[in-house]
């Protein structure tokens, strides 16, 4: 294992990333890194107009996900994120675009900065994506109850999966998968490609534990409240 891992949580919208992304950093004393919504000036007017707002959306998450993650990367410690600057790219911005609601000169724009601003950024070590069906994702989504995610239909996440599946497929292996199948899981982490990843990390990282520390314990920043498309 890398000295320093960098650990990143896919998923489509009610998949349980922010629960997971929880339970590993509590579970590796890392620090966690959260969806940037809470301050998204866009949101509920995407939700009402998708057609109107998808390219004023996309930018925003993408220089909010650009800013966390240069963050991380020159962050000396190991952390674990929640969703990727890659989704915003490679699922939203092109199912927009495949369904008209961002013409292609927004996309084209839009898709030009992010080459851009992903060539320099380093990865993740690991890119655990979660998959679900799209009746266990409107399940897990009425559970949690969030108003602006009422309208959300199930062609649209179905479209959501679509785009994930051909994301890990395009960019494997230059982006290490993990690909987790949720239905039927109460809790995520009890998954044995999850609880095996904890294993290994920690397995990893055993023998340095000898070693006197190097560092006072890990910082994590304080989760926003949710309230995201995300």
């Known amino acids: 294992m890398p000295e320093r891992y960098f650990l990143a949580i896919a998923g489509n919208i009610g998949v349980g990333k922010t629960h997971l992304t929880d339970h590993l950093g509590r579970r590796l004393g890392w620090e966690v890194f959260y969806e940037p919504v809470v301050d998204n000036p866009y949101l509920d007017d995407f939700y009402a107009d998708m057609r109107r707002w998808s390219f004023q959306l996309q930018v925003f998450f993408l220089s909010k996900r650009f800013e ?12 674990v994120q929640d969703r ?35 060539s320099y950024l380093q990865p993740p070590t690991t890119i655990v994506y979660l998959r679900a069906s799209v009746d266990t994702l409107l399940q897990r989504i009425a559970r949690r109850g969030r108003d602006c995610e009422k309208a959300i239909e199930a062609a649209y996440l179905e479209r959501l999966n679509l785009a994930y599946d051909d994301w890990a497929a395009r960019s494997a292996p230059e982006l290490p998968f993990l690909v ?7 809790r995520v982490e009890t998954h044995p490609a999850i609880a095996k990843l904890v294993h290994d990390i920690e397995a990893a990282a055993r023998p340095a534990q000898a070693m006197p520390p190097r560092r006072s314990p890990p910082r994590r920043s304080p989760p926003q409240p949710r309230g995201g498309r995300r």
Request: a negative charge; aromatic letters at 12%; hydrophobic letters at 40%.
């Open 68 to 79: 966390m993650h240069r963050k991380m990367t020159e962050n000396m410690w190991s952390c």
């Open 84 to 118: 990727t600057i890659y989704e915003d790219a490679e699922v939203f911005a092109r199912t927009l675009h495949d369904t008209g609601a961002m013409d292609d000169r927004d996309f084209d724009n839009y898709m030009a900065l992010f080459a851009c601003m992903t």
């Open 180 to 186: 987790v199948e949720t239905d039927g899981l109460e």
